[in-house]
């Protein structure tokens, strides 16, 4: 397994995961910025093979790929943060678009490749407002860097597994390549600025009072468990047939979890420090939709994936990791226990529909 961007959060979550089945993992990512992340708390350096590197650096990324000569890639790699996109965009269409050709490009020598995940986001679509919820062959677009360099790389990625990875192209070697849409994304161990989550916790223990940019704004949240389980599914499904899962796919959670960042830190906050409050300061910088909801049906039919964790149970797993934390507790064994719990509970869930 090579896994991109496995130094963040969600790729070191994936990383963890993999080493939990057994998998030999290679991470390709930057050294990671933030202390106290997954990927320092699982000790992951010395659990796994790793080149520290910047996916702009086509020679490392092919070098990499050649030792590891792995069936199954994951790409997390990328500059994920919208405000950040604002302040250096050429660097995030360079990470985001030309990052991920460096990774497309190195694979065509993998001949051992069977499957390739692409991470994007659920802000690539056009935005709308849609009630009814996007679905994969709604308009792509975004009004920002970050969210339009996610939709070049949708379109990226399509002419890519047409041109040079589907049966019978001009390489003459085939393998699954297919874009997974999830937005969201809440747990245990994330760090990142300028992400709702995070931005609380920071407060909190600066004992300030949060700040709050766009409290009515409604986001699909998901805990982070739930669309990794989606992109292991997947990748099986690329291996064995990768014409019938070449495509795109919406990982979000059910309606109901679909709330808005006010409810959030509500919600957060009686859990982590029942006494404090929020304040509302507008932003004036970044305009954003009011609300987003991803239609998965498609995914919850041809994959049969669907969340375990609903908003309040995944608010509950990030208070009791930090709980945890500020405890002194074994974090790589936590970090597998939430794993088992949660592929028990998914097992059980099979065998009791």
């Known amino acids: 397994m090579f896994v991109t961007g496995h130094t963040g959060f969600k790729g070191a979550w994936l990383s963890s995961w993999l080493l939990s089945m057994g998998a030999e993992v290679h991470g390709y990512a930057l050294t990671p910025v933030y202390h106290r992340s997954p990927y320092e708390l699982a000790e992951l350096s010395a659990r796994i093979t790793e080149t520290l590197a910047d996916i702009n650096d086509a020679r ?36 985001n678009v030309m990052g991920t050709v460096n990774l497309l490009a190195a694979l065509q020598h993998c001949r051992s490749l069977q499957a390739v995940v692409v991470v994007t986001t659920d802000k690539c679509y ?21 969210s339009s360099s996610k939709a070049c790389v949708e379109l990226l990625v399509k002419s890519w597994y047409q041109s040079f990875m589907r049966e019978g192209n001009v ?17 245990g161990g994330d760090w990142s600025e300028d992400r709702l989550i995070p931005d609380v916790l920071r407060a909190l223990e ?27 599914t997947l990748a099986q499904r690329l291996a064995a047939d ?9 990982f979000g959670p059910d309606r109901s979890d679909a709330r808005s960042v006010g409810e959030v830190v509500e919600r957060l906050l009686k859990l982590l420090s029942p006494e404090s409050t929020w304040t509302y300061v507008a932003d004036s910088v970044m305009a954003e939709t009011s ?63």
């Open 60 to 95: 490392s990324v092919s070098d990499a790929l050649n030792a590891a000569n792995p069936h199954i890639v994951f790409h997390l790699a990328a500059q994920p943060l919208v405000r950040s996109s604002y302040r250096e965009p050429v660097q995030t269409y360079a990470t």
């Open 126 to 146: 056009l935005n709308q407002e849609l009630e009814r919820g996007y679905n994969e062959d709604d308009r792509l677009g975004g009004s920002d860097p970050y």
């Open 171 to 187: 390489r003459n070697h085939s393998a699954g390549l297919a874009t997974v849409r999830a937005g969201n994304v809440i747990g």
């Open 206 to 232: 600066r004992g300030d009072e949060p700040v709050i940019r766009n409290p009515a704004a409604v986001r699909p949240w998901q805990y982070v468990l739930d669309p990794l389980a989606g992109y292991l």
């Open 242 to 250: 990768p014409s019938g899962y070449s495509e795109p796919w919406n």
């Open 291 to 353: 609300r987003l909801y991803l239609d998965c049906s498609k995914v919850h039919s041809r994959l049969g994936w669907r969340p375990q964790f609903g908003l309040d149970s995944a608010l509950d797993r990030v208070a009791a990791w930090h709980a945890r934390e500020s405890d002194g507790a074994d974090m790589s064994a936590f970090m597998d226990s939430e794993v088992t719990n949660y592929t028990q509970e998914a097992k059980q869930q099979t065998h009791g529909s």
